[in-house]
T-cell receptor
Framework: DVKVTQSSRYLVKRTGEKVFLECVQD?????MFWYRQDPGLGLRLIYF???????EKGDIPEGYSVSREKKERFSLILESASTNQTSMYLC????????????FGEGSWLTVV | GQQLNQSPQSMFIQEGEDVSMNCTSS?????WLWYKQDPGEGPVLLIA?????ELTSNGRLTAQFGITRKDSFLNISASIPSDVGIYFC????????????FGKGTRLSVIA
C-alpha cells in the first residue's frame, strides 16, 4: 500500500509565523503535490514537483513556497502565515508514468490566529 | 485553473437507496478518477478509469468513463451509513506529467 505521511495533523500558528508542513512518501514516486481544501472551493493546487529540486507553481502559489531536497520528502512553507491561509492542506504523490492515480495523505489542519 | 463541473453538490438519501453523481467538462480527458473523503481525512481512491466507455465496479460502486471523454458518473447501490462523505471526481487532461483537475465534490448524507 502507498503511504503518504503528513507530519502534523493539527497546527495552530500566529499571524506572521513561518510554518513548515512536511510530507513523506514511501513508494519512490516521482511526482508530489500540495493542495489546500476549503469549503465550497474544492481542492486547489498550490505547488507540485516532478523531481528532486524541481518545483512548479500550481493555481494558487502566492504566499507559499516548497522544497524538495530528497525524492521522498516534499515540504510546504508559509513564509509569513496569514489568517486567510487557515485551511486543510493535503499532500499527494503519483508515479511519473502516464495514467497513474494520485494518493493523498491524511491532511494537515492549519489554523492561523 | 480549470475545474470539473460536479453535481449534485450535496445529497440526502435514505439508507438502502441508490445514488448517482456525475462530472462534466468542456475538455476531453485522458483519465477519470473517483475519490471519497471521510470527515477529517484525506481523499481515498475508489475507482480509476482509463478508456472511453470503460465501466468499472468496486463492490457497490460503479463508475463509467463517458464515450465523449468529457464526462464520468459514479453510482452507489444500496447505500449504507458508512457511505457518508464527500465524493470527488478528478481528471487528467493529458497523459504523462500533468496535474489532475478536480471537481468540487458531492457531499453525501445517508439517513438511517
Amino acid at each position: 500500500d502507498v503511504k503518504v505521511t503528513q507530519s502534523s495533523r493539527y497546527l495552530v500558528k500566529r499571524t506572521g509565523e513561518k510554518v513548515f508542513l512536511e510530507c513523506v512518501q514511501d513508494m519512490d514516486h516521482e511526482n508530489m503535490f500540495w493542495y489546500r481544501q476549503d469549503p465550497g472551493l474544492g481542492l486547489r493546487l498550490i505547488y507540485f514537483s516532478y523531481d528532486v529540486k524541481m518545483k512548479e507553481k500550481g493555481d494558487i502559489p502566492e504566499g507559499y513556497s516548497v522544497s524538495r531536497e530528497k525524492k521522498e520528502r516534499f515540504s510546504l512553507i508559509l513564509e509569513s502565515a496569514s489568517t486567510n491561509q487557515t485551511s486543510m492542506y493535503l499532500c499527494a504523490t503519483q508515479t511519473g508514468a502516464s495514467g497513474n492515480t494520485i494518493y493523498f495523505g491524511e491532511g494537515s489542519w492549519l489554523t492561523v490566529v | 485553473g480549470q475545474q470539473l463541473n460536479q453535481s449534485p453538490q450535496s445529497m440526502f438519501i435514505q439508507e438502502g437507496e441508490d445514488v448517482s453523481m456525475n462530472c462534466t467538462s468542456s475538455s476531453i480527458f485522458n483519465t477519470w478518477l473517483w475519490y471519497k473523503q471521510d470527515p477529517g481525512e484525506g481523499p481515498v481512491l475508489l475507482i480509476a478509469l482509463y478508456k472511453a466507455g470503460e465501466l468499472t465496479s468496486n463492490g457497490r460502486l460503479t463508475a463509467q468513463f463517458g464515450i465523449t471523454r468529457k464526462d464520468s458518473f459514479l453510482n452507489i447501490s444500496a447505500s449504507i451509513p458508512s457511505d457518508v462523505g464527500i465524493y470527488f471526481c478528478a481528471g487528467q487532461l493529458h497523459p504523462g506529467n500533468t496535474p489532475l483537475v478536480f471537481g468540487k465534490g458531492t457531499r453525501l448524507s445517508v439517513i438511517a
